[in-house]
């Protein structure tokens, strides 16, 4: 088993950077995908960006440019860098990874709310 542990969240002014967190723990079998996904009430779930284990990065059009992401695969780790953020990433954001199984994992979630 896998667990997930996020931290960096909470309440940002617009224009401002936060830096999510995720480190994983557990029966870690080579983590392939590490990706962070948001809800916000009253929507799905959705992809905001990935990182492959071989380096290659996707992001959701609404977030491209202004968040980062990126990990430090030493640690089982994965960053979200949030700069330039506006009141509609107001959201709760997920952790979730691939292992090799091709089994998923997620995180409890963290809130990030931005003050407009």
């Known amino acids: 088993q896998v667990q997930l542990v996020e931290s960096g969240g909470g309440l940002v002014q617009t224009g401002g950077s936060l830096r999510l967190s995720c480190a994983a723990s557990g029966s870690i079998f080579r983590l392939t995908a590490m990706n962070w996904y948001r809800q916000a009430p009253g929507k799905q779930r959705e992809l905001v960006a990935g990182a492959s284990s071989g380096g290659s990065t996707t992001y959701s059009d609404s977030v491209k440019g202004r968040f980062t992401i990126s990990r430090d695969n030493a640690k089982n780790t994965v960053f979200l860098q949030m700069n330039a953020v506006k009141p509609e990433d107001t959201a709760v954001y997920y952790c979730?990874?691939?292992?090799?199984?091709?089994?998923?994992?997620w995180g409890q979630g963290t809130q990030v709310t931005v003050s407009s």
């Open positions: 979730n990874v691939l292992d090799a199984y091709g089994r998923y994992y």
